[in-house]
DNA sequence: TTCATGACTAATT
DNA sequence: AAATTAGCCATGA
């Protein structure tokens, strides 16, 4: 499996209701520095529909920016259908929705 | 094959 | 505190 087949299948765990951000992501497929690939992967996303990189964020919690899979309005949408709620700079309050499994990561 | 770019992050200025 | 630099490496031209 390479490294983005890891990513999908890590972003594919992330509880509805929490985000997780790149490097997390990253960290957890075991390479902490692949942050930026992460975001590629994600870019790519063949999964589509099945793995929700809406709920994939920056380290501040912000939306992807600029453009992601339609815009980011799509993505807030999405984020408060899950009872994400955005603070008044539109980012997420990480603290409280920050997805931390560390347990729950890639089963070897 | 080499070069530039990017849904990133951390450290340095 | 804000801007720049540096590191990572897959992808496309």
Redesign the pocket.
């Known amino acids: 499996m390479g ?2 087949e890891r990513v999908y299948e890590i972003v594919r765990k992330i509880p509805k209701g929490k985000v997780a ?4 992501i ?1 960290r957890m497929a075991g ?1 902490p ?13 063949p999964y ?1 529909g099945d793995v929700p ?2 709920r ?5 919690g912000e939306l ?6 339609g815009g980011r309005e799509v ?1 807030k949408d999405l984020l408060i259908k899950e009872g994400i709620i955005f603070d008044a700079n539109e980012k997420i309050n990480l603290g409280i929705y920050l997805w931390s499994s560390k347990e729950e990561n890639i089963n070897s």
């Open positions: 490294f983005f951000t790149y490097g997390q990253a390479e520095r692949k942050a930026k690939i992460v975001g590629w992967a994600l870019h790519q996303n589509q990189c809406h994939v964020v920056n380290r501040h992807a920016g600029g453009f992601a899979f993505q």
